[in-house]
């Protein structure tokens, strides 16, 4: 017990996954803008005509998403604005009846109302600088995919089981091709978590401490074999903690007394982006 301690905290920080896939554009492509959860409500105004509606206005905050529409920013007074939409289902509401009262004013109904169901499939006009300064890309949770590329553990934390000899660790080399299953955990955050499996070739050393088949102490042979598992990764941002557990098989007449054959194996990894480029996502266009 008093080895294990020091082996496993040993691998954890010596340990490496390479992965080799991509974002996809299913998990990284923003749904649209949310405004940024602070307290406060910004003000949106009803299209008319193509232009903001400034007497018929809505407050927005963080409970809606929007996404910016396809068209020109209009400069009123100095102020710009950007047309978006509110995804939704709709009642089908016009949202600019005016009720004209006895003496000749115009009242909108929903002025100053917090968007709504009413409001939803709706366009308004937004201030570009309240999109620039309040709002952050929204995503969808629990999109997935499929991600797959080239894992290497190149070290081996191996269990004392049956017959083998006890714990170590070992620095056999190998690479095989992955495939798994990633999800967004986070509509804001880039967070995945990301089961997979691999099989592949690892070289393995022997020695008469591992292998029957060797008598001689000081004599060290080496072969290839099948390494094979599975493993849970996980993103958090740039740091990319993961766990794998695996087993080998040896091949030829040394592969077969190779004592680890099919025992389990386990590897981590806690790998840090240091140089990850900054990115910057707008809501759909």
């Not at 992965?19 to 105004?45: A, C, S, V």
């Not at 691999?198 to 008469?208: E, K, R």
Request: net charge neutral; no cysteine.
């Amino acid at each position: 017990m008093k080895k294990l301690l020091p082996l496993t905290f040993l691998v954890l920080f010596m340990s490496t996954f390479v992965f080799g896939q991509t974002e996809t554009d299913n998990l990284d492509k923003p749904l649209g803008l949310r405004i940024k959860k602070n307290g406060n409500d910004y003000l949106i105004y009803a299209d008319k005509d193509l232009s903001p509606n400034l007497k018929d206005y809505r407050k927005i905050n963080y409970q809606v998403y929007f996404r910016k529409v396809d068209f020109p920013e209009k400069d009123l007074n100095g102020t710009k604005y950007q047309l978006i939409t509110i995804p939704g289902n709709s009642k089908k509401q016009e949202q600019n009846i005016v009720k004209i009262l006895a003496d000749g004013s115009k009242v909108y109904p929903r002025a100053g109302k917090t968007v709504n169901e009413p409001d939803y499939d709706q366009n308004f006009w937004i201030k570009v600088d309240d999109i620039e300064n309040n709002t952050n890309p929204e995503y969808y949770k629990y999109a997935n995919d499929v991600f797959s590329g080239l894992l290497t553990a190149p070290f081996k934390y191996r269990l004392k089981v049956g017959n083998a000899p006890e714990t170590i660790i070992d620095g056999d080399f190998n690479i095989a091709p992955f495939i798994g299953w990633k999800w967004r955990v986070s509509s804001e955050k880039q967070f995945y978590v990301a089961p997979f499996g691999f099989a592949g070739v690892t070289s393995l050393n022997y020695n008469s401490a591992n292998n029957e088949n060797i008598m001689d102490a000081d004599k060290l042979e080496n072969g290839t074999g099948l390494t094979y598992g599975l493993g849970l990764s996980f993103k958090f941002g740039a740091v990319s903690p993961g766990f794998i557990v695996g087993w080998d098989k040896g091949f030829g007449d040394l592969g077969s007394g190779f004592k680890y054959n099919d025992k389990p194996w386990i590897s981590f990894s806690v790998n840090y982006d240091f140089f990850k480029p900054n990115k910057t996502a707008e809501g759909n266009q």
